[in-house]
């Protein structure tokens, strides 16, 4: 079960909203202050979320959001009513986003895992947007995705390899 | 699928969330609001509100969401003026092309701006409304002259120079129940402009000094200036002392120096945690300079095109 409030002893109101999540329309009533990270964990069980900072600030829990990544955690889920979000939950029929996961695996760019999902929609956004991204469009795209283990260069060429295989 | 999630007991709810679809529906939330006992905040992107309710920095028992309005939206064309709407998300003035040749400071304000995420959700009336001296759409606006078009619910529209804005560290001339609906670019032909943002880190950081300039010459002689400052005081700041130093002159590195000066003069930045009022002090007229030489670079190269046009 969710936070109930971020607010302590004051509960929230709640809404009835219809979000779609990895392509299936989902209709919960939820405490408006619940945030979007949270309702896809905790409701949907999709587990590839991950929770950081909390702030807006690592990365860990981009989504797909109408397309763009953003961050889940200073998302409420209430503001996603009518909107589609993908999660890596969702990928599998996604060509680029399989590229990427086949690259990191083949790269190594993934240590501990934890900023991996957050890393790999950001990528898939960026290329989406464009096709023929540079090394240094690609390491400003993923200034907002904090990897612990330090593991940049990798995830780096991972990205890279997938741009020149020109998918 | 339909699912009840959260504690049963929700009697005497306490925080509300509110996201009108038009003024019309905003400014009947607000009038059954008015003498209530919710303190309705306005909510954009999110990136700081969400984030300073979580810490405890703001409070609030409503939160009215701006997103769904139309009003709010989109790029307006007119003949003498371009506006651009509050809910325009950073990212995508990047690459505006309505903001033309002489908007090039503020696609490079919206590319400094946080992270690529952020700039996603982050909204350009956003950005304004929090007040901060920082905000890099700030610096940027002043330096092309921009007008707020503001709302308020009783109808009564009013229009704003961006330089009005600010009144104190943290504050705004907006009333409590006034919104941005729009910001307004002038059409500047002509001009040129330029944007720099010294942070802490390169990417993903609060700037402790953004500068902004643009330039118009006429027959290679400074006709016109602007100069913005982002923390160099308790609001950005418009050094008009250095734009008269320039007007008259050709672009020169001694001029551009002088300018700096003469901004860093009347600049009273403080301290904080992320630099001492001593190093803002020095990056001032570094910034400020450095800005004013890149605008009159990129004059140059618009003259260029236009004479192997000619040719």
Redesign the interface.
Known sequence: MPEASLWGEKAATKRRVTITVNEIPYTYTLPVDLRLADFLRECLNLKSVKLGCGAGDCGACTVLLDGRATPSCIVMAVEAHGKSVLTLEGAERDRLIRALQVAFIEKGAVQCGFCTSGMILTLAALLRENRRPTKEDIKRALAGNLCRCTGYQRIINAALAVVSDGL | ???????A?????????E?PGSLEELAAILRSEAGGERTPLFLAG??DL??D??SGKKQA?L?I?L?QLPELSGVREREDETGLGALL?I?SLESLPALGREGQALREAASAL?????R??ATLGGNLGNGAPTADMAAALIALDAVLELWRPDGSGRRVAVTDFWRGAGKTCLGPQEVICRVWLPRRVGWSSAFLKQGPRR??DIAIVNAAVSLKTVKGVIADARVALGGAGATPLRPVGAEAALVGQKPSMAIFRRAGELAAEVSDPRGSGRASREYRLSLIPVLTERALTLAAERLTSQDDKKVARVK
């Open positions: 699928m339909s699912q009840t999630v959260g504690p007991a929700c009697q005497g709810d306490s925080f509300g969330y996201a999110g990136t969400w984030v309710l979580r028992n939160v969401d997103k998300p990212h946080g992270s690529y995420q952020v996603n959700r990417a993903m």
